[in-house]
């Protein structure tokens, strides 16, 4: 298990926005932390009220947002506008090309959210977008499958070979995964704090694993964890 401590992530402040960036990203470049697997992108956001990023294009890219706090409204030209909330993931497929705007939907609070970008196993697709709630009792004490390659379990669909879990844990719970022969895993603390393998992990630490090892997880208090399974 190698970590990836919070406090060693990239970190700009720019007043209405505040942002941690798990790999390289924009202007923060460190030739260690380029990805791990098709995982390219996790940056940890708080926008203030009515803040937000105006309308800007990504191609051949996997979005992924998941919302701690708040509201996000988003807008794109391929025709959604939506506000997603806390207990959502949004998913765009940028493929050939998409434009969108992000902004904070609320006038009084902040808006805090993690952006994840997967590298599609295929280029030039065609633009997609869904959003999708997921109770929290499928969250509790439990592996909630997000997303994956095939939408079991009713999942997003993205396109690589991935599955991204989510558990929230009440404290002292423990949850183990174990990873699969010529797999990787990483793990994200979103919020809250746990002891993974024995290594005590805050919000906004990771860990990253290589194949065939058992990770087991146990809450110090409240705890919110994301796993993405990789190839």
Request: glycine content about 6%.
């Amino acid at each position: 298990m190698q970590i990836r401590p919070s406090n060693e992530r990239g970190h700009f402040n720019h007043g209405w926005l505040d942002s941690y960036h798990s790999f390289s990203f924009g202007r923060y470049v460190d030739k260690n932390w380029m990805g791990f697997s098709a995982l390219r992108v996790i940056n940890e956001d708080v926008i203030q009220p009515g803040q937000g990023f105006g309308m800007h294009s990504h191609d051949n890219i996997e979005i992924i947002t998941y919302i701690l706090k708040g509201e996000l409204a988003h807008k794109d030209n391929i025709g959604n506008v939506k506000t997603i909330k806390r207990g959502y993931i949004q998913l765009m497929t940028a493929a050939t090309g998409v434009s969108h705007s992000e902004f904070n939907a609320s006038a009084t609070e902040p808006v805090h959210l993690l952006q994840i970008w997967i590298l599609p196993n295929q280029l030039n697709l065609t633009p997609g977008y869904e959003d999708k709630f997921f109770n929290p009792a499928l969250k509790l004490n439990q592996w909630c499958l997000l997303a994956s390659q095939t939408g079991t379990q009713d999942s997003l669909i993205v396109h690589q070979d991935i599955a991204l879990y989510v558990s929230q844990l009440t404290d002292t719970h423990e949850l183990t995964y174990h990873t699969r022969l010529n797999r990787k895993a990483y793990l994200q603390m979103a919020l809250g704090s746990a002891v993974v393998n024995n290594k005590p992990l805050q919000r906004g630490d990771a860990a990253l694993f290589d194949a065939d090892e058992a990770i087991q997880i146990k809450a110090l208090g409240f705890a919110e964890v994301l796993l993405f399974d990789l190839p």
